[in-house]
């Protein structure tokens, strides 16, 4: 029996955080490749990509389709930012400035993989320009894990989704990081998408049409 590609990047390729599972990375990367078999336009997005877990196999499966995509990542670099309402308070180990890592360590993980780097965009989402996110997006992965991160990664590229771009969103289905998928619901509540809890709780729609 012929083995996906997923499958074969995980055999392969070692996960080097706790942050994801293997089933998490298994359904990012089969969403991700869906819209490349399909030659969904635009390039492609992580927001949040922290120490570059997730980012490695997104770049590994970018280099098996040899598709003419470039691949942008956002982080702040300076950990989470403060908690809202809609989060969970009682969850100590998910505070203010935690799962902090430098520009430095990500670039030293895809030194240490010899792949081609990602463009890299420091800041906090909503303070990045709106020029530094591409026109075109045909695949996202949001990895914001707090309310207010998911909502400001929704403001910033869902009118740049191409009709028939998926968006994966780790955590939707986590109970102990209950902002994620608030956010989700309340950005799309007027939206003509609905978004799926996928395997391992990941959050994913396919965006219905190109917005005006």
Same mark, same amino acid.
């Given at each position: *029996?012929?083995?996906?590609?997923?499958?074969?990047l995980l055999?392969?390729?070692?996960?080097? !955080?706790? *942050?994801?599972?293997?089933?998490?990375i298994?359904?990012i990367?089969?969403?991700?490749?869906?819209?490349?078999?399909?030659?969904?336009? /635009?390039?492609?997005?992580?927001?949040?990509?922290?120490? /570059?877990?997730?980012?490695?196999?997104?770049?590994? *499966?970018l280099?098996?389709?040899?598709?003419?995509?470039k691949?942008h990542?956002?982080?702040?670099?300076?950990g989470?930012p403060?908690k809202?309402?809609e989060?969970?308070?009682?969850i100590?180990?998910?505070?203010?400035?935690?799962?902090?890592c430098?520009?430095?360590?990500?670039?030293?993980?895809?030194?240490?993989?010899?792949?081609?780097v990602?463009?890299?965009?420091? /800041?906090?989402? !909503?303070?990045?320009?709106?020029?530094?996110?591409?026109?075109?997006?045909?695949?996202?992965?949001?990895?914001g894990?707090?309310?207010?991160?998911?909502?400001?990664s929704?403001?910033?590229?869902?009118?740049?989704l191409?009709?028939?771009?998926?968006?994966?969103?780790?955590?939707?289905?986590?109970?102990?990081?209950?902002?994620?998928?608030?956010?989700?619901?309340?950005?799309?509540?007027d939206?003509?998408?609905?978004?799926?809890?996928?395997?391992?709780?990941?959050?994913?729609?396919?965006?219905?049409?190109?917005?005006?």
């Open positions: *029996m012929e083995v996906k590609t997923s499958d074969w055999q392969t390729t070692p996960i080097i !955080s706790p *942050m994801v599972t293997p089933r998490h298994e359904f990367l089969d969403s991700l490749e869906k819209t490349l078999v399909d030659d969904i336009a /635009g390039d492609v997005v992580e927001l949040g990509c922290n120490i /570059g877990t997730t980012s490695v196999f997104i770049r590994k *499966m280099d098996v389709h040899k598709k003419e995509k691949f990542v956002y982080d702040s670099f300076e989470l403060k809202r309402e989060d969970d308070f009682s100590e180990q998910y505070t203010e400035g935690s799962c902090r430098s520009k430095d360590q990500f670039l030293r993980v895809f030194e240490r993989f010899q792949l081609e990602p463009t890299i965009n420091s /800041g906090w989402f !909503s303070e990045i320009d709106n020029g530094k996110y591409p026109d075109n997006i045909s695949f996202a992965f949001f990895d894990d707090f309310y207010q991160s998911i909502t400001d929704f403001h910033k590229i869902y009118h740049k191409s009709k028939g771009a998926v968006v994966c969103v780790h955590d939707f289905g986590w109970e102990k990081l209950p902002g994620a998928k608030k956010a989700c619901e309340d950005f799309l509540r939206k003509l998408e609905t978004i799926c809890e996928g395997v391992g709780g990941v959050g994913f729609f396919t965006k219905l049409e190109a917005t005006e």
